[in-house]
């Protein structure tokens, strides 16, 4: 937020900061964020691995997404993009970045206490999908994948 120019577009644009560094804080804005997406009727994009993986593979998730997506009511539709560890930013021709939106998942009958294993069960399909996102991409690329590329 406090980058100048792009911060301040960012947070105008209704994208929602969580202090991740204050527990309290972030438990807050998460409880606002339920509580828009009620009276709104708003979807969410939440990145559940709370930060950028930079070619490491999907990295494990925290519980807030998950927490917040359980409190609304509202199902999880898990997006996976493949590896993008091959762009740079100063050519033409980067290759090839495949996104697939994946079927909603309900959260109608799980629990709070039920969080973890729901998360497991989320992050593993979508470790799944991102395998096999990564092989077409890699495949209309004309490229054999290694595991810097998984």
Not at 6 to 12: C, E, K
Not at 25 to 40: G, H, L, P, R, Y
Request: proline fraction near 5%; glycine fraction near 6%; include cysteine.
């Amino acid at each position: 937020m406090w980058m100048p120019l792009f911060g301040q577009i960012y947070w105008l644009s209704g994208n929602i900061l969580i202090d991740r560094k204050n527990r309290h804080s972030a438990f807050d804005t998460m409880a606002k964020t339920v509580e828009k997406i009620k009276q709104k009727n708003l979807s969410v994009w939440i990145f559940p691995e709370g930060t950028r993986s930079r070619g490491r593979g999907l990295l494990p998730f925290k519980a807030g997404a998950f927490h917040t997506a359980i409190a609304a009511g509202v199902p999880v539709v898990p997006v996976v993009a493949s590896c993008q560890s091959h762009i740079k930013l100063n050519r033409w021709n980067n290759g090839v970045v495949i996104i697939d939106m994946m079927a909603p998942v309900p959260t109608a009958d799980i629990d709070k206490a039920d969080v973890k294993n729901f998360s497991a069960q989320i992050h593993a399909s979508m470790s799944a999908k991102f395998a096999e996102i990564n092989q077409e991409a890699a495949a209309l690329m004309g490229k054999t994948l290694t595991s810097d590329d998984v």
